[in-house]
C-alpha cells in the first residue's frame, strides 16, 4: 500500500532564510508524489508534482522538490522564504492499486516564516 | 479557470439533523472525493466516485453517504449528524491519470451542535 510521511509537524525559519519540508514515501511501481499547500481555512492549492526523470521539480511561488529515490524522500525546498509561505503544508501519493487514483495525504507540516 | 465550488464555506447543523454538502466541478473529470480534515490526522478519505453512479468507501465512510448522479456533482449525505462529524470537509476532483493533480474546493467548516 501507498503511503507518505511527513516526520515533522511544525517548521520554523526567519524570513530570507532557506527551508525546507520534509517528506518521505513507501510506494510498489511507479511513485506519482505531490506537493499541496493550505492557508487557513482554504482548500488546498496545487504546488509541483514528480515527474519521472526530473530529480528537482521547480513549481508554483518560487517552490520547488527534490525527488531521491534511494532515500525514497521528495522534500520540499525554497532558497529564501517569504512571510506569506507561512501555511500548511502537505505531500501526496497517488493510490493507483484498488483505489481508482485517490490521494494519500501525510499529515501535515506548519510552516512558519518569522521576519 | 478550473473550479471545484462548494455549496457552503459553513455550516451550522444540530445532532440528528441530515445533512446535505453539495460539491460542483467544471472540469469534466471523472474522478471525485470526499475528505474530511482534522488537526493532527491530515486528510481522511471518506468516499469517492470514478463515474456517474460509481462510488467507493474510503477509509471512513461511517455514517456517510454519497450521490453522483450527474458527472459534474458528487454529493457528501451525514445521514444524522453526530458532534464527531464536526470538522472541515473538502471535496476534489482530477481526471482519471495517475499523473495529473487533483483540484479542491474551498472547504466546509461543519459544526454539528
Known amino acids: 500500500a501507498q503511503s507518505v510521511a511527513q516526520p515533522e509537524d511544525q517548521v520554523n525559519v526567519a524570513e530570507g532564510n532557506p527551508l525546507t519540508v520534509k517528506c518521505t514515501y513507501s510506494?510498489?511501481?511507479?511513485?506519482?508524489l505531490f506537493w499541496y499547500v493550505q492557508y487557513p481555512n482554504r482548500g488546498l492549492q496545487f504546488l509541483l508534482k514528480y515527474i519521472t526523470g526530473d530529480n528537482l521539480v521547480k513549481g508554483s511561488y518560487g517552490f520547488e522538490a527534490e525527488f531521491n529515490k534511494s532515500q525514497t524522500s521528495f522534500h520540499l525546498k525554497k532558497p529564501s522564504a517569504l512571510v506569506s509561505d507561512s501555511a500548511l503544508y502537505f505531500c501526496?501519493?497517488?493510490?493507483?492499486?484498488?483505489?481508482?487514483?485517490?490521494?494519500?495525504f501525510g499529515k501535515g507540516t506548519k510552516l512558519s516564516v518569522k521576519p | 479557470d478550473v473550479k471545484v465550488t462548494q455549496s457552503s464555506r459553513y455550516l451550522v447543523k444540530r445532532t440528528g439533523e441530515k445533512v446535505f454538502l453539495e460539491c460542483v466541478q467544471d472540469m469534466d473529470h471523472e474522478n471525485m472525493f470526499w475528505y474530511r480534515q482534522d488537526p493532527g490526522l491530515g486528510l481522511r478519505l471518506i468516499y469517492f466516485s470514478y463515474d456517474v453512479k460509481m462510488k467507493e468507501k474510503g477509509d471512513i465512510p461511517e455514517g456517510y453517504s454519497v450521490s453522483r448522479e450527474k458527472k459534474e456533482r458528487f454529493s457528501l449525505i451525514l445521514e444524522s449528524a453526530s458532534t464527531n462529524q464536526t470538522s472541515m470537509y473538502l471535496c476534489?476532483?482530477?481526471?482519471?491519470?495517475?499523473?495529473?493533480?487533483?483540484?479542491f474546493g474551498q472547504g466546509t467548516r461543519l459544526t454539528v451542535v
Open positions: 510506494v510498489s511501481g511507479n511513485p506519482y
Open positions: 476534489a476532483s482530477s481526471p482519471p491519470d495517475p499523473n495529473t493533480e487533483a483540484f
Open positions: 501526496a501519493v497517488r493510490d493507483y492499486g484498488g483505489s481508482q487514483g485517490n490521494l494519500i
